[in-house]
Each structure stands twice: as C-alpha cells, then as structure tokens.
C-alpha cells in the first residue's frame, strides 16, 4: 500500500487551497470544532469552574468543551457539566452561538439547570462553586465568549426573547472585555 502525499491545491470548483493526495485526488477537509457549554443556575445562582487545564488554567468558566463524533449537543453539555463539575443537567434551550473564527470554533452555549443540588471538581477542574450574579469574579473568567454568555443570560433571566443570541457585533473574541488581547495559546 502506498503512502498518501498531500501538497496544497484547489480542488475543481472550489474557491480555496485545501490538502489534497497527490496520488488519488482525496481532499482532506478541515472543518471547524464545536464547543458545547451551558450558564447552569440553581436558586439563582451560576455554576462556574475553575479550569485545572490549559489554556487559561486558574480561570474561571461555564462547563463546556469539545462536542464528540456520534453525540447531540444538548448531550455534549451535559457530558461536559458531567466531567467538569459531576452535574446531572436539564437543559432548558439553546442561549447562544458564537463564532471564533481565529481558532475555527463555533460554539453552542445553552441555558440548563441543575438536576440535583450537589457538584463537585472533576479532572479538568480545580473547583466548582455556586456564584450569585454580582459575586462572579468577572476579572477572572477565561474567555471572551464565558463573558458574552453570563451576559447574555442575564438577558434572558430578566425576560429577552427566547431566540439564541450570537456574538456582540464586531467582536470575534480576540479581546476580553477590559482590553486584553487574547494570545493565541489562550484558547
């Protein structure tokens, strides 16, 4: 059998270079990753998790990750909250998507509540806690988008429509709120 070669090329009636074997003509197709998440409440109270992985290990953030092959993205939330805080969720409804065109990400954050009361840190997490609204440590969240979605809850706690919301208009989270530029390890 023989090795695959791939140089870049435009395949025919395409608009851009992609990887292509050199050999058979196969196109190796780089699509972006999907994150899945949720702004999980209970009594009023957000559940966050400190990150013990990078990037942004230390930082604080909503249960989510990478989407698996053969799984929903309301059931990759709920594994996600699973593995980061030991949470069984209900998911109430999609809350946003948003884009992160820099590193090719789209994610897909709903709004779920608690199953039951209790949670714990799992392997990716230094610690989990229960935070009011004006107790979050906003000066301590990892991501651009961890901030677009306890806003974009907030939102919707106090009665916005129940369509998804999407990023803030020209931000491509490659800011934090204060002015930080996000490094490209960082995500």
């Known amino acids: 059998m023989t090795e695959p070669s791939f140089s870049?090329?435009?395949p025919d009636g395409d608009d851009r270079s992609r990887q292509m074997c050199d050999r058979c003509g196969?196109?190796?197709y780089e699509n972006p990753k999907i994150v899945v998440g949720s702004v999980v409440r209970h009594e009023r109270r957000i559940l966050?998790?400190?990150r013990a992985?990078?990037?942004?290990?230390?930082y604080w953030t909503i249960p989510a990750g990478y989407m698996e092959l053969n799984e929903t993205p309301e059931e990759g939330a709920r594994r996600e909250a699973s593995e980061e805080a030991n949470v069984a969720l209900h998911i109430e409804r999609?809350?946003?998507?948003?884009s992160v065109p820099r590193i090719s990400q789209v994610q897909l954050i709903y709004r779920a509540r608690l199953a039951e009361?209790?949670?714990s840190p799992g392997p990716e997490s230094l610690e989990v806690e229960l935070f009011a609204p004006d107790e979050i440590p906003y000066g301590d969240l990892a991501f651009p988008s961890v901030h677009w979605a306890l806003r974009h809850d907030a939102e919707a706690e106090a009665g916005a429509p129940p369509v998804?919301?999407?990023?803030?208009?020209?931000?491509?989270?490659?800011?934090?709120p204060g002015g930080e530029t996000v490094r490209p390890g960082d995500f």
């Open 26 to 28: 196969f196109v190796l």
């Open 53 to 58: 992985i990078e990037p942004r290990r230390g």
């Open 164 to 176: 998804p919301f999407t990023n803030p208009e020209g931000e491509t989270a490659t800011m934090m």
């Open 94 to 98: 999609l809350l946003a998507v948003y």
């Open 8 to 10: 870049l090329a435009t």
């Open 48 to 50: 966050l998790c400190r």
């Open 117 to 119: 009361p209790s949670f």
